[in-house]
Structures are given as structure tokens and as C-alpha cells.
């Protein structure tokens, strides 16, 4: 049961520089979603999408890009990070079909950005 | 925009019963969501009301009323792991849930 894998769970990034992060999911859910966390601030939508070729802008989307080629994939892009992307990402899926829309999350990835 | 309140934090010793309460502003609204995260871990889903009145689940509770735009959580027996952060998040009919700033509880003995 791998569930909502997330890749890597530590970086140190430079100012300036690109990375991506990489989230995983086996449970054939339709939509997926990043947010970012920093304290007392609770959890913040960056991009989320709904199906593969279908994504959309969260609450922060500014210096990230994500695409949805495949049902399983969804990666985060950082494009130049910045000291103020220094946070705690988790990638979340959930199935559309009814029910309680319950979000499974991925364990975590923690950025620096230097 | 969506606006989600919540206490920062809550104090409780073990044993006794907690509500946090949730109060919500968003454009639209399909259910309510609660959600618990020890420190260092990812949140894990608690329950969700999509209609008024109170869902029950072993000795977590969680109550919607909608006209009141209004819902809490109540955890009964508190035990020292309930000590974690609890999150209300709204489902606003976009599909994306938009979460509060988190209510930290903690549990002494």
C-alpha cells in the first residue's frame, strides 16, 4: 500500500535555482493537489488538478508549475527559488466520486532555499 | 475569497472532552472537513460533514451547521497522543479544499 509517494523528503536549494518534486500515487485517484506549510499558517493550495492535461491555480501558485501527463504523476516545479519558498511541501490525492472526499497525503518534503 | 477561523491554540488534561470550533467565510460550500497532524508527520483525514448535525466516529465527533456557516470537532476521553494540530478545511465546489490555520492541542496529564 504505497499510497501518495512523495520524492525527495529533504533538499537545500541555492537562490536562483530550479528543482522539481516529484508525487506518486497508486489509488487511480482523478484529482491531485500541493500545498505548501509554514508555521501558524496552516496549509496553503499551490496547483491542483482534476485529470490528466487538467490543472489549475491554487491560492500561491506564483514560481511553481506543475503538469498532469499521467492519471499517477504530478510534479511540482520550482522555476528560480526563492528564500521565501523555504517550506514544507505535501502532495494530496482524492477521488471526485462521491463520498467524503477524504485527501491522502504524502509524507512531506522539506525545502531550503538558501 | 475563502476566509477559515480557528483557535490557535487548546489545553486540555487527559481524560476530558474538547471542542475546537471552525467558522468559515467562502463562496461556496459543500462540506467540512477535519483533519489531524502530529508534529513533523502529514495530515491524516478525521471526518467530514456535508450536512447539519453531528457525525460520530469511536471518540471523535464532529458537528456542521451551515446557516451558521459554523462546525467543530469534539474528542472525547482525550488521550496524551491526541496531543497534534487539528485543521478544519472547506470544500468550496472547486474541487480544492482550502484549509484554516490549525488549532494546536494539547493534552496533559
Known amino acids: 500500500n504505497a499510497g501518495v509517494t512523495q520524492t525527495p523528503k529533504f533538499q537545500v536549494l541555492k537562490t536562483g535555482q530550479s528543482m522539481t518534486l516529484q508525487c506518486a500515487q497508486d489509488m487511480n485517484h482523478e484529482y491531485m493537489s500541493w500545498y505548501r506549510q509554514d508555521p501558524g499558517m496552516g496549509l496553503r493550495l499551490i496547483h491542483y488538478?482534476?485529470?490528466?492535461?487538467?490543472?489549475d491555480q491554487g491560492e500561491v501558485p506564483n514560481g511553481y508549475n506543475v503538469s498532469r501527463s499521467t492519471t499517477e504523476d504530478f510534479p511540482l516545479r520550482l522555476l528560480s527559488a526563492a528564500p521565501s519558498q523555504t517550506s514544507v511541501y505535501f502532495c494530496?490525492?482524492?477521488?471526485?466520486?462521491?463520498?467524503?472526499?477524504?485527501?491522502?497525503f504524502g509524507e512531506g518534503s522539506r525545502l531550503t532555499v538558501l | 475569497g475563502q476566509s477559515l477561523e480557528q483557535p490557535s491554540e487548546v489545553t486540555a488534561v487527559e481524560g476530558a472532552i474538547v471542542q475546537i470550533n471552525c467558522t468559515y467565510q467562502?463562496?461556496?460550500?459543500?462540506?467540512l472537513s477535519w483533519y489531524q497532524q502530529h508534529d513533523g508527520g502529514a495530515p491524516t483525514f478525521l471526518s467530514y460533514?456535508?450536512?447539519?448535525g453531528l457525525e460520530e466516529t469511536g471518540r471523535f465527533s464532529s458537528f456542521l451547521s451551515r446557516s451558521d456557516s459554523y462546525g467543530y470537532l469534539l474528542l472525547q476521553e482525550l488521550q496524551m497522543k491526541d496531543s497534534a494540530s487539528y485543521f478544519c478545511?472547506?470544500?468550496?465546489?472547486?474541487?480544492?479544499?482550502?484549509f484554516g490555520s490549525g488549532t494546536r492541542l494539547q493534552v496533559q496529564p
Open positions: 488538478s482534476v485529470g490528466a492535461g487538467i490543472t
Open positions: 460533514n456535508a450536512l447539519d
Open positions: 494530496a490525492s482524492r477521488s471526485l466520486e462521491g463520498g467524503s472526499g477524504e485527501l491522502f
Open positions: 467562502t463562496s461556496g460550500f459543500y462540506g
Open positions: 478545511a472547506v470544500d468550496t465546489g472547486r474541487r480544492a479544499l482550502t
